[in-house]
């Protein structure tokens, strides 16, 4: 099980399409601030996407060949990498494209074929089965069903972000290496 890569824990986040997995993401993010994380996260799309916009230099130095362009401005830099075919490039190699050294955990939304422990967010209106009966690596399960399912890791309401980012920042503190001085969730 992939749990973390240069000390730097991952944490998954999945549920079935339109279920949220975002919106906790974005939830979460801000209270895991709070809790002095410097958090990376990975998308996973299953749709081709450019990030680019056709005319600009760096679109046109892409399409004339480069097999990677980096974007950088105030605040911020981004890497384009072409990879020359339709194949996904492994979770492992993404989150080693990431500056770690700046990073306490990464989440990851997708790479359902990665195995990495798991945050499974439920959904009672969908009517779909918990993964985590199923699934070893689902290590907590936010859900909205009204009771909370039993299950034998813990169970958070999906409104519960404080309660659910403090199980991330310890999950973050137990697995993986805290750069900062005097880090501690």
């Known amino acids: 099980m992939l ?63 480069a097999n990677q362009v980096m974007l950088s401005g105030a605040g911020r830099w981004v890497l384009m990498t072409e990879h020359g075919d339709d194949s996904d490039t492994p979770l492992a ?39 985590c009966h199923e699934d070893a690596s689902v290590i907590a399960l936010a859900s909205d069903a009204e009771p909370l399912p039993a299950a034998h890791i813990p169970v958070f309401a999906l409104t519960d972000v404080p309660a659910i980012a403090s199980f991330v920042a310890g999950h973050a503190a137990r697995t993986g290496r805290l750069q900062r001085d005097g880090a501690s969730a």
Request: net charge positive.
């Open 93 to 131: 190699e993404l989150v080693l494209s990431m500056d770690l050294t700046r990073l306490d955990l990464v989440l990851v939304e997708g790479f359902r074929r990665t195995a990495m422990p798991r945050l499974e967010i439920h959904r009672a209106a969908r009517g779909a089965a918990l993964q």
């Open 3 to 65: 749990a973390q890569i240069d000390g730097v824990p991952l944490l998954g986040v999945i549920a079935s399409s339109g279920s949220g997995k975002t919106t906790l993401l974005t939830a979460l993010l801000p209270a895991l601030r709070a809790h002095g994380l410097r958090v990376g996260c990975v998308k996973h799309s299953h749709h081709a996407f450019d990030v680019d916009r056709p005319g600009k230099d760096s679109h046109l130095l892409r399409e004339a060949g």
